[in-house]
């Protein structure tokens, strides 16, 4: 398993892990437990736009518009033609229960 923060530093995206890193660390300063799923907020907005976190707007990536398969859009960056997100994990934990 490949954490979004992992990825983004293997992948030249230095910069955009701190910002996570330092939101994480000030949700844990502050007794926060909340739990995001980074790639839907590096997809930005229904339009592509950046979306914000903890009052600090997270780039929109390429690789984040392809792994949650929505349309890549202009505002899209990526930092190398090649790069290629990781696969959604399977996790059972949240899946919804059916009647069978």
């Known amino acids: ?49 950046p979306k914000k976190v903890a009052g600090r707007e997270l780039p929109v990536l390429r690789a984040a518009q392809i792994r949650q398969g929505v349309p890549i859009t202009k505002s899209a960056i990526f930092r190398n033609e090649d790069e290629t997100p990781p696969e959604i994990w399977k996790n059972t934990r949240w899946n919804k229960r059916t009647n069978e």
Request: aromatic share 12%; hydrophobic share 35%; glycine share 8%.
């Open 1 to 49: 398993m490949q954490t979004a923060q992992t990825w983004l530093k293997e992948n030249g995206y230095e910069d955009v892990a701190q910002i996570i890193t330092e939101i994480l660390l000030e949700w844990k300063k502050n007794g926060i437990k909340t739990r995001r799923n980074w790639w839907d907020y590096l997809c930005g907005d229904k339009k592509g736009n």
